[in-house]
């Protein structure tokens, strides 16, 4: 193996932003000469590793590459990386332009805080995304109350609506941008011929061969545009339960900035009720866009990318681990590295899973013992209600911010990360720490999932590789460094201050 061929410009003159671990790599074993690239190249000689120069009057160390993680965190050079927490090959990451203000998003802007719109007066889009909370939900309950009197209980958890503006439209296949005249029908044909290949932290180019369901919004992705969803909470009689798009239209017609919507749409807008929530919602995406507070990617490991921050040991090690696919693997489906073009990772492949969590008992349509929320294939979607080969799946949610959440998982079902983490580890070698028992003992596995949709869950990817009994892939320590690193997707970091 030689370094030469991660080496080389990228696209905007700065180090190529490769990443930290080759591709190259046999499954479970890292690629030194990936960790060691960078400005101190290092002399790297076939397939063994002179340490010399790194640790100087240590004499010469050589190390054989790959060695499997434990080996290598145990090695000098680990000790060396973990303890300088530098990233030994910055990139230069780009970030979305600052866009002017335009009136457009002004006017979405007191759309998204106005809770007149909502049937009780007290719900506004910033109540469930609330713009302290990273636009998620203010508290730690597992679903928001909304409704008329504000009792009644939602259905899913409230998503973050931050990175949101690099969202892929809903598609099945291979790639994000060349479906749109396909409809769903025909990439479903076409994904049944293909079988699911295991993603891990180090191998991309498994995934991208692979038909699977990715982007769209909301958790099972049925609406596709900003613009789109924003009607959905807006009428929802779980959420804004606004009554209809004429009582809405007539607020907005009535309000405070109805001569905003004259500006902006002419004197004739309010004869059409339609128009207006439209153009109304079309604000509210352009607020959501323009807003750089929706996407500021200010956080220390952006910085730690562009080599402006040193992780911690526990933070680095947490890294590492987060991208091992012999333990965590979670860099499989939370991309951690930046996109061809440099733009800073989204820490999602906007791909869909069936992770089977828990049932959430603490749900009110949980009650009914024959309700199951099914993801793509319903029922709060219905264009998909006959692929069962997509019951379960959800999509991955970004992790940017998730430190800052006190709910995770479609249903709400965890209130933090260390739950988050015991269930990544022990789903499948210990279910009996996840999930309940039934009246007759028995641990009762995948209890939000009907058992004719096993064969969906996600057995393959690490780390649910493993088996009933077997050793968990990570150890409690590298659930609590894993949760450091996770910290660190926190946004409003200052480099120079360090912290
Ligand atoms: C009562 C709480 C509540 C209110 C009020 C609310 N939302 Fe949401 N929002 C949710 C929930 C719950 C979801 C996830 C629903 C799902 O996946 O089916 C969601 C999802 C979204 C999403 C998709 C995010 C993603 O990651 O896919 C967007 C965008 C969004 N809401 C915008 C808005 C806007 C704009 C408003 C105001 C017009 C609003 N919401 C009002 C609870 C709320
Ligand atoms: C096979 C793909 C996959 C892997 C591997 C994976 N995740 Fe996830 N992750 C998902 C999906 C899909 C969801 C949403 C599932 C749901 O809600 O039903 C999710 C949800 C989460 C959430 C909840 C976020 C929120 O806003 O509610 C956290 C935290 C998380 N993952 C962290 C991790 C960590 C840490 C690892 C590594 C131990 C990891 N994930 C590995 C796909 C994956």
């Known amino acids: 193996m030689s370094s030469s061929s991660h080496q080389g410009a990228g696209p905007h003159g700065g180090p190529a932003p490769d990443p930290l671990f080759t591709n190259s790599a046999p499954h479970g074993k890292l690629s030194l000469g990936a960790l060691v690239r960078g400005p101190w190249r290092w002399p790297l000689t076939g397939t063994c590793i002179v340490l010399a120069l790194l640790i100087g009057a240590g004499g010469v160390t050589i190390a054989e590459s790959p060695v499997p993680l434990d080996q290598w965190l145990s090695s000098p050079i680990a000790s060396y990386i973990l303890s300088e927490g530098e990233n030994p090959h910055p990139v230069a990451l780009i970030r979305p332009p600052a866009l002017p203000f335009s009136a ?144 809405v239209a007539a607020k907005l017609q009535h309000g405070p900035y109805a001569s905003l919507f004259v500006q902006l749409f002419g004197p004739s807008i309010f004869s059409n009720p339609r128009m207006v929530v439209a ?30 921050a040193r992780l911690t040991r526990t933070e680095m090690r947490g890294y590492i681990l987060f991208n091992d696919p ?110 309940p028992r039934g009246p007759n003992g028995k641990v009762e596995k995948y209890n939000d999932i009907p058992s004719r949709y096993w064969a969906n869950v996600d057995v393959i990817d690490p780390p649910f590789d493993r088996k009933l009994g077997e050793q968990p892939a990570m150890t409690a320590e590298d659930e609590k460094d894993i949760i450091a690193f996770l910290q660190t997707l926190t946004d409003g970091y200052h480099p120079a201050k360090g912290h």
């Open 279 to 308: 153009e109304a919602m079309f604000a509210v995406a352009r607020y959501e866009i323009e807003d750089p507070a929706f996407h500021p990617y200010t956080s220390k490991y952006d910085y730690w990318l562009e080599g402006r």
């Open 326 to 435: 012999a333990k965590a693997d979670c860099g499989g489906c939370h991309l951690d590295q930046p996109d061809p073009d440099g733009q800073p990772p989204l820490f999602t492949d906007h791909q869909f899973e069936a992770l089977a969590v828990p049932r959430n008992p603490a749900l009110a349509v949980n009650r009914n013992p024959n309700y199951f929320d099914l993801g793509i294939c319903g029922p709060y979607r219905t264009d998909m209600a006959k692929d069962t080969q997509y019951c379960g799946l959800f999509l991955t949610p970004t992790l940017r911010n998730v430190a800052t959440r006190h709910v995770f998982f479609h249903n709400g079902i965890y209130h933090n990360l260390q739950q988050v983490m015991d269930f990544y580890d022990f789903r499948d070698t210990n279910p009996e720490k996840i999930y």
């Open 104 to 247: 457009m998003a002004q006017l979405g802007q007191r759309i998204f805080f106005d809770p007149s719109l909502s049937g009780s007066g007290k719900l506004s889009c910033a109540s469930c995304h609330s713009p302290a909370h990273a636009y998620g939900p203010p508290n730690a309950l597992s679903v928001m109350l909304g409704g008329p009197d504000l009792t009644r209980q939602g259905v899913r958890a409230v998503p973050s609506l931050m990175y949101l503006e690099r969202q892929p439209n809903f598609s099945i296949g291979p790639d994000n941008d060349t479906n749109e005249t396909v409809s769903i029908t025909q990439m479903v044909a076409a994904s049944q011929d293909t079988s699911r290949t295991q993603k891990t932290a180090q191998d991309t180019a498994a995934t991208a061969a692979n038909l699977v369901p990715q982007g769209g919004l909301f958790w099972d992705g049925r609406a596709d545009t900003l613009q789109d969803q924003a009607v959905f909470p807006l009428l929802s009689p779980f959420e804004m339960d606004g009554g209809s798009i004429e009582k």
